[in-house]
């Protein structure tokens, strides 16, 4: 099926740093989901991208969807603890159907 | 309150028994899905169901077996040919299985141990 790749498998940072996390896929998607999950926890839907060049902000959230619509991108400024966890970006699957792929996600570690 | 549940949390089960995890949901969602998740791995997909009474597999089926029956139900069974059983199993949920407004609704998730 249709993959998403998704770098880096991990980040530390300190807190007050920032964090980005990629996804891209070698087919054009017709849009992309961002997930977060906690330790321990299950992933729970942060925000899905349609249009090119896409911008949305959340807080000190920022989330992109390339003008070629293949990537996309997570951006946190000025990290905090509570930001710890894995976050995943997901596409549509192959053939435009609507079950999601997952990238393998990001696991952020902010240190204190 | 409106969610999905999966129980138990913690399973422990001894190779080569069948297991059968709960999924249930109360949101009226067409579409059920249900994912592995090992360290690193990301998320699996190990069956779907778009519809009651039709279920589709994933991209690693083999091992397990699924029911829809219900529509707010769709139990996964572990059996004795996963090769490599213990992981942390994900429900999930969306409205419609063909919309594009794609956001998934995750279960707490259930813990599957094999000794």
């Known amino acids: 099926g249709q993959q998403v790749m998704q770098i880096p498998q991990y980040q530390h940072v300190q807190e007050g740093e920032d964090f980005t996390t990629y996804c891209n896929s070698s087919?054009?998607?017709?849009?992309i989901q961002w997930y977060k999950q906690r330790p321990g926890g299950h992933p729970v839907f942060l925000i899905q991208?349609?249009?090119?060049?896409e911008v949305k902000k959340q807080k000190r959230l920022t989330f992109q969807f390339g003008e070629a619509k293949k990537n996309s991108s997570l951006h946190i400024t000025a990290t905090q603890t509570t930001d710890v966890g894995t976050y995943f970006c997901a596409g549509p699957g192959s053939g435009g159907s609507y079950i999601p792929t997952f990238g393998r996600g990001t696991s952020l570690i902010v240190h204190p | 309150d409106g969610g999905i549940t999966q129980s138990p949390k913690y399973l422990f089960r001894k190779e080569g028994q069948n297991v059968t995890l709960s999924c249930e949901q109360n949101l009226n969602h067409d579409a059920m899905y249900w994912y592995r998740q090992d360290p690193g791995q990301g998320l699996r997909l190990i069956y779907y169901?778009?519809?009651?009474?039709?279920?589709q597999k994933g991209d690693i089926a083999e091992g397990y077996s699924v029911s829809r029956e219900k529509k707010e139900s769709f139990p996964l069974t572990v059996t004795s040919a996963q090769k490599n059983p213990t992981a942390f199993y994900l429900c999930?949920?969306?409205?419609?299985?063909?919309?594009?407004?794609?956001?998934?609704?995750f279960g707490p998730g259930t813990r599957l141990t094999v000794l």
């Open positions: 999930a949920s969306k409205p419609r299985g063909d919309h594009l407004y794609n956001e998934q609704f």
């Open positions: 169901s778009q519809i009651v009474n039709d279920f």
């Open positions: 991208l349609v249009k090119s060049g």
């Open positions: 087919t054009t998607l017709s849009n």
